[in-house]
């Protein structure tokens, strides 16, 4: 058995085989109703596609219509709270998983308590244990635990994408360690070439630096980190590492001091122009590499040296306390768990959690589901740096670029994040 296969089969344990037929719940009618849905997916990525069939599929067996609206990651991260609390709530939407985000809108009784519905539809069956955890919140919004509030029916993970042509016409091979890793980065340096194509004003950059952390963590650090099972020293080796890491690759070169000011958005198009030959980030932009990478052949690697990588199960659809059609958005999520939807995510590029491995036939999204197999396997999910508090995505990101920036060093600004970090958990625990 293949490695994807071991993943896809361990995933889908309890799935519905390869039936196209509505769940065992029963068909939900929804003549006459409309679900207003959101997500942040382009057209073209995994779950885009997977989910556009979804809608045809959930439209046909309901009678119910589908208003779609896509939103941004930003807009739905920044305004949940507020849309969420008011009549312009939408009946489900993608949502970030983590106590920061999923967490904190169960919290605060914004999210619809999903236990009746995993039992209906048996989802919980269809979700390996370790990609439920995100899943379930307790009272204060700690993820592992407690009710479920979201249900997520792909994988991510983050991992190097690198341009073949530049690292063969540069002679670089694929670096297995650290040093291997930035003598890569020099080679490309000292060709004229900022090897990493980055953004500090947004997540790419806060991931690297939490990557960096994990070639020097244990699970323990991650536990403590995350789920708040002791003390983090944030002067410790760990984020004292990364920290340095971060400034001396931006001294040297290696990340442009204009990533400061640029988006995800601008990084990922830096790679896909062949600008940059390295872009450090997640799963989720696979497909659109494969559709809009014209100009050269790229390929992936987990970050060398290191068993942990920043990864999770993927996004959830979340249901809003207060939607007004509760039992057609979980009709709408069970279709998306269905073998024949999840195909399309693994055929496209994304990593399905209720697959038949025999269903997924494309060889690049076989290679990219055996990456995270690699890291599920090794224990090596450490999930995301933002995660522990509601504020700290904005505060990593502000203390980054304040380091980028040069006006504060190493320690001052894991002095000011570890404050941040402390003040926010207290908050949660109150």
């Given at each position: 058995m293949?490695?994807?296969?071991?993943?896809?089969?361990?995933?889908?344990?309890?799935?519905?085989?390869g039936?196209?037929?509505?769940?065992?719940?029963?068909?939900?009618?929804?003549?006459?109703?409309?679900?207003t849905?959101w997500?942040?997916?382009?057209?073209?990525?995994?779950?885009?596609?997977?989910?556009?069939?979804?809608?045809?599929?959930?439209e046909?067996?309901?009678?119910?219509?589908?208003?779609?609206?896509?939103?941004?990651?930003?807009?739905?991260?920044?305004?949940?709270?507020?849309?969420?609390?008011?009549?312009?709530?939408?009946?489900?939407?993608?949502?970030?998983?983590g106590?920061a985000?999923?967490g904190?809108?169960?919290?605060?009784?914004?999210?619809?308590?999903?236990?009746?519905y995993?039992?209906?539809?048996?989802?919980?069956?269809?979700?390996?244990?370790?990609?439920?955890?995100?899943?379930?919140?307790?009272?204060?919004?700690?993820?592992?635990?407690?009710?479920?509030?979201g249900?997520?029916?792909?994988?991510?993970?983050?991992?190097?994408?690198?341009?073949?042509?530049?690292?063969?016409?540069?002679?670089?091979a694929?670096?297995t360690?650290?040093?291997?890793?930035e003598?890569?980065?020099?080679t490309?340096?000292?060709?004229?070439?900022?090897p990493?194509?980055?953004?500090?004003?947004?997540?790419?950059?806060?991931?690297?630096?939490?990557?960096?952390?994990?070639?020097?963590?244990?699970r323990?650090?991650?536990?403590?980190?995350?789920?708040?099972?002791g003390?983090?020293?944030?002067?410790?080796?760990?984020?004292?590492?990364?920290?340095?890491?971060i400034?001396?690759w931006?001294?040297?070169?290696?990340?442009?001091?204009?990533?400061?000011?640029?988006?995800?958005?601008?990084?990922?198009?830096?790679?896909?122009?062949?600008?940059?030959p390295?872009?450090?980030?997640?799963?989720?932009?696979?497909?659109?590499?494969?559709?809009?990478?014209?100009?050269?052949?790229?390929?992936?690697?987990?970050?060398p040296?290191?068993?942990?990588?920043?990864?999770?199960s993927?996004?959830?659809?979340?249901?809003?306390?207060?939607?007004?059609?509760?039992?057609?958005?979980a009709?709408?999520?069970?279709?998306t768990?269905?073998?024949?939807?999840?195909?399309?995510?693994?055929n496209?590029?994304?990593?399905?959690?209720?697959?038949?491995?025999?269903?997924?036939?494309?060889?690049?999204?076989q290679?990219?589901?055996?990456?995270?197999?690699?890291?599920?396997?090794?224990?090596?999910?450490g999930?995301?740096?933002?995660?522990?508090?509601?504020?700290?995505?904005?505060?990593?990101?502000?203390?980054?670029?304040?380091?980028?920036?040069?006006?504060?060093?190493?320690k001052?600004?894991?002095?000011?994040?570890?404050?941040?970090y402390n003040?926010g958990?207290?908050?949660?625990?109150?």
């Amino acid at each position: 058995m293949t490695a994807a296969a071991a993943l896809l089969t361990g995933c889908a344990s309890g799935s519905t085989g390869g039936s196209t037929s509505a769940s065992s719940a029963g068909p939900v009618d929804g003549t006459g109703k409309t679900l207003t849905l959101w997500d942040f997916e382009s057209d073209t990525s995994a779950m885009g596609i997977a989910w556009n069939e979804a809608i045809k599929v959930f439209e046909k067996e309901t009678g119910a219509k589908v208003k779609f609206e896509a939103k941004s990651f930003e807009q739905i991260r920044s305004t949940a709270s507020q849309v969420l609390n008011s009549d312009q709530a939408p009946d489900i939407l993608e949502y970030n998983k983590g106590n920061a985000t999923a967490g904190l809108l169960a919290s605060q009784g914004l999210l619809s308590n999903l236990d009746d519905y995993v039992s209906q539809y048996g989802w919980d069956a269809k979700l390996a244990p370790s990609l439920q955890t995100t899943a379930k919140y307790d009272e204060n919004g700690i993820m592992g635990s407690g009710s479920w509030y979201g249900v997520p029916n792909y994988g991510e993970f983050v991992e190097a994408y690198y341009n073949k042509d530049m690292f063969a016409k540069y002679n670089v091979a694929i670096p297995t360690t650290q040093a291997e890793f930035e003598a890569a980065l020099k080679t490309f340096k000292d060709a004229g070439i900022t090897p990493l194509a980055e953004s500090a004003a947004e997540y790419p950059l806060g991931q690297l630096w939490y990557q960096l952390a994990l070639t020097k963590a244990d699970r323990s650090f991650v536990n403590d980190y995350q789920l708040y099972t002791g003390d983090v020293d944030w002067q410790g080796k760990e984020l004292t590492y990364a920290t340095n890491t971060i400034k001396d690759w931006t001294d040297k070169g290696y990340i442009s001091k204009d990533a400061t000011g640029t988006k995800a958005e601008d990084a990922g198009t830096a790679f896909i122009a062949g600008t940059n030959p390295i872009f450090f980030s997640g799963s989720w932009w696979y497909n659109r590499f494969t559709t809009e990478i014209k100009g050269f052949d790229f390929g992936t690697f987990l970050y060398p040296g290191a068993t942990m990588s920043p990864g999770s199960s993927g996004n959830m659809w979340v249901v809003p306390e207060k939607a007004k059609n509760k039992d057609l958005a979980a009709a709408f999520i069970d279709i998306t768990m269905r073998p024949e939807i999840q195909a399309l995510i693994g055929n496209n590029g994304g990593v399905p959690v209720a697959a038949n491995a025999s269903d997924i036939t494309d060889p690049k999204s076989q290679e990219l589901i055996a990456n995270f197999n690699t890291l599920t396997a090794r224990d090596g999910i450490g999930f995301y740096p933002d995660w522990p508090t509601p504020t700290f995505y904005d505060q990593l990101n502000a203390g980054l670029q304040e380091l980028m920036n040069g006006t504060k060093s190493s320690k001052d600004v894991l002095t000011e994040l570890g404050t941040e970090y402390n003040d926010g958990i207290k908050d949660i625990k109150k």
